[in-house]
């Protein structure tokens, strides 16, 4: 889907929400509270009423679209745009894009991100594991080390990731915000969650965190780091890649990001990943739009509740 054929196919907001009602309800619209099929269409207003609860709604209730004022025609057109920047969008851009605020901008990502959360796939086959360390610099006072050199990945602030990805061309990755202190714990989870242990063999680089844990329940290799960076084929190039565009993204498009947003961010570079060959990406986006679990849960957690992944 091009940014002309959405022009084309949707070029009002009347077509755009009749495009929504098709994907979520077919040739049954259901009112989204109860689920009563007891409804009548208005038809100059488009939108629902439901005879049973005597309330009216539109296909946006309970979908990332909810409350918006921004026409639908630029919400696709949203979508299109991020999903085609490999590296990452900028608010700031999008807003230029579209037409928008700033704030405008950033809220129309962010809930398009929630619609790319939670992709589980199951990984089989040589699965490559590393962490990663992303985020702003740390202060000057705190980032020399004895030898004067620049302090680098662990004891400083910056965030890390962990993941899991198949050694194939068409490979799927997972990922996800760790805290320093339960990253093993954390990666034998994602290990078990994600990986189909029996049919899959892991590559890890010489990292602390994978322990005698891991070889008790895969079959591991290890490429050591100091020594080479591939052995006879062994390595782990197609994690450190997927790695380096989020941090190219993250540098060059996000510079600034709280922990908080974090696993949206590495969620929307996992689901580019992982679609990179889909031609069908747009439709099914649009379709996740529409879940309702992926609306506001993600948007306005629950307390004491953070965003899961990413995967
Ligand atoms: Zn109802």
Redesign the pocket.
Known sequence: MDIQQIYKLYPTQRECLHHLEDIRWGDDP???????F??TQFKNELRWH????N?S?SVLKDTIFEGTRLPLQKWFYAIHLMLSAKKGLSAMQLSRNLGVTWNTAWYTAMRIRCAMQDQSYILEGIIQSDSTYVGGKPRKTNIRSKDGKNKRGKGTKKEQIIGYVEQRPDGKVVAKRVNKDVETLELLQLLKKNVKIDKSVLITDEGKEYTQEFDKIIQRYMVKHKKEFSNHGINTNTIESFWAIIKRGITGQYHHLTKRYLPFYISEFAYRYNNRHNKNMFNELIDDSLKEDKCFIYMKPKKGVEAEICV
């Open positions: 259901a009112c989204p509270n109860c689920g009563s007891n409804v439901c005879n049973d609860e309330k709604y």
